[in-house]
């Protein structure tokens, strides 16, 4: 294998960014004629997929006997540095590379669908101002992520983490004289920052553990003596994984990805589908030895996917933003995937990131589609019968919907049915919170679909829209970030496609054409993860192929769980009746029903459930109110500590140092020194004057003093003698 191939994948997005930043700055009106911003963008992209493929290509054609790794040089020689147990070991760390099975398929999911939102979005973005901006803030996410996902070592990846932070609060903010956006990417960046907090400090704990962050010399070190490490895994692993709740959007630090559709729709298509908000799904797969040497962080990571999973699907069937929809939907998907990863299904957790990389991105981009269409409108309530004016992107759509409804035999089917089955297996309660959650994904999704796109099209104005009144106008800065206006974070609407009178059309081809690519990757996506009885065999290929990421514990090899085909076909049925089951309720409420009536009957009966949902079980004011008005709180009482304790303080030593040491030793110096000294000189003086009076210089005068001298003595004498 080629290292400079390897190296020129990240590095060509990276040179994309650059060439095309230099032109945004030079001109940050871009000029009509955009065409060398699309060659290099779409160039440097394309270019970088190709590579990755033939890496790929490469790697397989060569065995997978093992992972190939290569250092170009060592990035932090820090020298020594202490180690647990006494142990002292040379920290240093090396710009290194690693190419496994699991890097081959992020790099596969990375570099291609970001090369298709690429071709998408110059199509969707075409009549946009900053287009330039718009493409180098792409091309420099592509090559955060390619880091991310090619780094050999935690601190690489950690390089390529907080880099798609940074590209995520550029690309979010992107309508940067919007506040809605501003605020929106602000609140993405501090909610990364927190759950980067404990990422780092787990990376510190690893090498204060194994002496390095070297991915195979930890996992070797951890997987050849599991017993010395068990006590130290679960710290390391909680804390790595605040960091996945941050970068993932899990419970407690998810609430940055919905507002985060502020941004241009293939900003959510590409961060919020396909790349960034998988990369902490990657990091726990990443670090599967670690974290099966801790059942106890093992349980945290299911428990808390399962609670995303449930918690941000019920969200999802009351919202009526096509793109909000979707944005919970995300979250609940990646709860599935930690939900996976919890109970030991790391395969199927990279199979569901893989499937819904696909129907996801498909999902969002053709949301983008639709909003193109409308005028810019993404209010559900205010389209409908857009089957006759956009057929394409109805297709894909409904293909998207299948898929991620999880009926067979689309993509999303094969890995979602894979997770339940192995959480059946391990915990019966968080089995059940994923079969709600499935319920909740088909009928909110199929809501979406109907709504959208059968019935007639309802595009007059929806009286009583609760977004078009900003909810908390004159607000600071401070508490908007963390609950936006719905109405200002329309940013589609807002920027570039303002909404037109005329019917809605069909959008170009460059975006209908992605539609389709997705649209047929999700339909024969889930192929390489067929079970046993549709004669995919045991284990699956797909689990055969990520296999060897799977390392040994203590000499015993991982094993995949096997279920009688009763227990498999049960299971399955299972699958496929709550999708259908979600199916149904949506086709009862917003299909057969074009006018909506009994939905609206039922949201009225169940008003405070609605409204519970509708606000999104009011986390954000609960946020708002607790951390971000306790902060504002707790700086206002420390600004008073300071003004009148702290200062008060300061002032009292101020006042006693002039008045004790100042005006006292003024005092002091004035009538005590200067007293003492001008008193010498006062008695010198007078004791000078009264003598000089006795120096008269006649003799008579002498003499008269002489005798008066020898009287006095004399009557002395006599008076004294006994």
């Not at 570099?111 to 071709?119: D, K, N, P, R």
């Not at 059309?505 to 339909?523: F, Y």
């Not at 496929?576 to 029903?593: E, P, Q």
């Not at 003004?643 to 005092?667: E, F, K, M, P, Q």
Request: with cysteine.
């Amino acid at each position: 294998m080629n290292p400079t191939i390897l190296l020129l994948i990240p590095l060509l997005p990276a040179l994309g960014a650059l060439i095309n930043g230099l032109r945004a700055a030079a001109n940050p009106h871009t000029p009509k004629n955009r065409t060398v911003t699309n060659i290099v963008a779409l160039g440097s992209t394309g270019l970088s997929a190709l590579l990755a493929t033939w890496t790929v290509i490469g790697y397989v054609s060569g065995g997978m006997s093992s992972a190939f790794q290569h250092a170009w040089y060592t990035w932090i020689p820090a020298g020594l540095g202490h180690v647990g147990a006494g142990n002292i070991a040379s920290f240093a760390v090396d710009f290194a590379f690693r190419i496994d099975t699991l890097s081959c398929t992020m790099l596969l999911i990375v570099t291609w669908i970001g090369f298709l939102i690429h071709v998408y979005a110059t199509g969707y973005m075409a009549h946009e101002e900053g287009y330039t901006r718009f493409f180098t803030y792409l091309n420099l996410f592509m090559f955060m992520m390619l880091l991310l996902v090619l780094g050999a070592n935690y601190m690489v990846m950690f390089v390529g983490w907080e880099g798609v932070g940074l590209c995520s609060y550029l690309l979010i903010g992107f309508y940067y004289d919007k506040n809605s956006a501003a605020d929106a990417g602000k609140k993405a960046f501090v909610a990364n920052r927190i759950g980067d907090f404990g990422f780092i400090l787990g990376i510190f704990y690893i090498f204060n553990t194994f002496g390095t962050a070297d991915y195979g010399k930890v996992f070797a070190l951890a997987s050849a003596n599991p017993a010395a490490y068990t006590g130290v895994a679960t710290v390391i692993c909680i804390l790595l994984f605040v960091g996945a709740c941050g970068k993932s959007a899990q419970i407690p630090l998810y609430v940055w990805l919905p507002d985060a559709m502020a941004g241009p729709t293939p900003v959510s298509a590409l961060i919020h589908a396909a790349t960034m908000v998988t990369a902490g799904v990657y990091m726990v797969v990443r670090s599967n030895v670690l974290f099966r040497l801790s059942p106890t962080a093992m349980l945290v990571v299911a428990t808390v996917g399962a609670v995303t999973a449930i918690f941000a699907a019920t969200i999802g069937i009351a919202q009526n933003d096509i793109k909000k929809v979707l944005a919970y939907s995300t979250v609940s998907q990646l709860g599935f995937m930690f939900l996976a990863a919890g109970v030991g299904a790391y395969t199927a957790a990279i199979f569901h990131v893989m499937t819904h990389a696909f129907f996801k991105a498909c999902l969002f981009l053709g949301a983008g589609s639709v909003i193109h269409g409308c005028g810019g409108e993404q209010d559900m309530r205010k389209m409908g019968g857009l089957r006759k004016y956009m057929p394409k992107t109805r297709m894909t759509m409904l293909i998207a919907c299948i898929a991620i409804a999880g009926f067979p035999p689309l993509a999303g089917f094969f890995s979602k049915d894979e997770i339940l089955a192995t959480t059946f297996e391990h915990h019966g309660f968080l089995y059940f919170l994923g079969m709600v959650a499935a319920t909740c994904t088909a009928f909110y999704m199929f809501r979406l679909y109907f709504m959208t796109f059968s019935g007639d099209y309802r595009a007059a104005h929806v009286e009583g829209h609760p977004e078009s009144e900003p909810e908390h106008a004159g607000h600071d800065i401070i508490p908007s970030m963390l609950h936006l206006d719905d109405g200002d974070a329309h940013s589609d609407k807002a920027h570039g496609h303002h909404a037109e009178s005329h019917a809605p059309h069909e959008s170009p081809w460059s975006m209908t054409g992605v539609l389709w690519v997705l649209a047929i990757l999700a339909v024969v996506g889930g192929l390489v993860g067929l079970p046993e009885m549709f004669g995919g065999g045991h284990p699956t290929w797909f689990q055969r192929w990520l296999l060897p990421v799977l390392l040994p514990l203590g000499g015993e090899r991982f094993e995949f769980a096997e279920a009688g085909h009763m227990q498999d076909a049960l299971l399955i049925l299972s699958s496929i009746g709550v999708a259908t089951l979600g199916w149904f309720i949506a086709y009862i409420l917003y299909k057969k029903d074009p006018s909506f009536a009994l939905a609206t009957r039922l949201r009225l009966k169940f008003a405070f459930l609605h409204r519970l949902l509708e606000n999104k079980y009011y986390v954000d004011e609960f946020y708002n109110t607790v951390f971000v008005g306790g902060t504002l709180a707790f700086s206002r009482a420390l600004s008073w500590f300071d003004a009148h304790i702290i200062d008060g303080i300061v002032n009292g030593v101020r006042n006693v140092t002039v008045i004790l040491l100042g005006h006292g030793s003024w005092l002091f110096d004035r009538f005590v020194v200067d007293g003492a000294v001008n008193g010498v000189g006062s008695t010198a003086r007078g004791s000078s004057r009264l003598f000089r009076k006795l120096q008269s210089g006649f003799v008579q005068n002498y003499a008269l003093v002489m005798g008066g001298g020898i009287v006095l003595i004399a009557a002395v004498y006599l008076f004294t003698k006994p």
